[in-house]
Nanobody
Framework: QVQLVESGGGLVQAGDSLKLSCESSGYGSVIYRMGWFRRAPEKEREFVAAITRRDAEYAESVKGRFTISRGNADKTVFLEMNRLKVEDTAVYYC????????????WGQGTQVTVSS
């Protein structure tokens, strides 16, 4: 059973940086695609960024400020968030897609990011 565990959330001020981590376990191979999503209060969950071994993609709202990367033999995915804005406040979720033809089926519990003005 694939498990994803996020860490690194917290309370920061606008303009600060924060780095989230998500560690995967329970899968005997490399997870094809890992991503980050977020849900702000009273809003729908939205895509933030995703990465495969070949490329990465970002939501327009974070492009140029956030960087997604993988490490630890691709078992860990990071989200480096710079120049944070109040509107980045949300619970951030890590997600895993096992193969190119699937979807994000595995989710972490989420980590809270709060950006104060």
């Amino acid at each position: 059973q694939v498990q994803l565990v996020e860490s690194g959330g917290g309370l920061v001020q606008a303009g600060d940086s924060l780095k989230l981590s998500c560690e995967s376990s329970g899968y005997g191979s490399v997870i094809y695609r890992m991503g980050w999503f977020r849900r702000a209060p009273e809003k729908e969950r939205e895509f933030v960024a995703a990465i495969t071994r070949r490329d990465a993609e970002y939501a327009e709202s974070v492009k140029g400020r956030f960087t997604i990367s993988r490490g630890n033999a691709d078992k860990t995915v990071f989200l480096e968030m710079n120049r944070l804005k109040v509107e980045d406040t949300a619970v951030y979720y890590c997600a895993g897609q096992l193969d190119p033809f699937g979807t994000f089926r595995y989710w972490g519990q989420g980590t809270q990011v709060t950006v104060s003005s």
